[in-house]
């Protein structure tokens, strides 16, 4: 099967109002190779990691990755 985990719709659409262009497709694409540790599968494990100057917030759950939540740093 496929390892990459499908974003929900509205979670695209958020990354894209807060997220500039040239950084979005990028962080879409971190997103969706499932950027947990391989040892961890648990489904109400809150994920996160930093990435050009935003905090990106996750879940996994099965197969549906959803954004919790986006900040940006200072």
């Known amino acids: 099967t496929d390892n ?3 974003i929900k719709n509205h979670y695209k ?3 894209v109002n807060v997220i500039a262009s040239p950084i979005r497709k ?3 694409d971190i997103l ?3 950027p ?3 040892y961890q599968h ?3 494990r809150i994920y996160g990691f930093n990435f050009a100057g935003f905090e990106i917030k996750f879940r996994a759950t099965n197969d549906i990755l ?4 986006i900040t940006k740093l200072l």
């Not at 959803?66 to 939540?69: F, R, Y």
């Open 4 to 6: 990459h985990f499908f």
């Open 42 to 44: 648990d489904p109400e």
């Open 32 to 34: 969706a190779q499932d």
């Open 36 to 38: 947990r540790p391989a």
């Open 66 to 69: 959803t954004v919790l939540k």
């Open 26 to 28: 990028e962080i879409v």
């Open 13 to 15: 659409l958020l990354i």
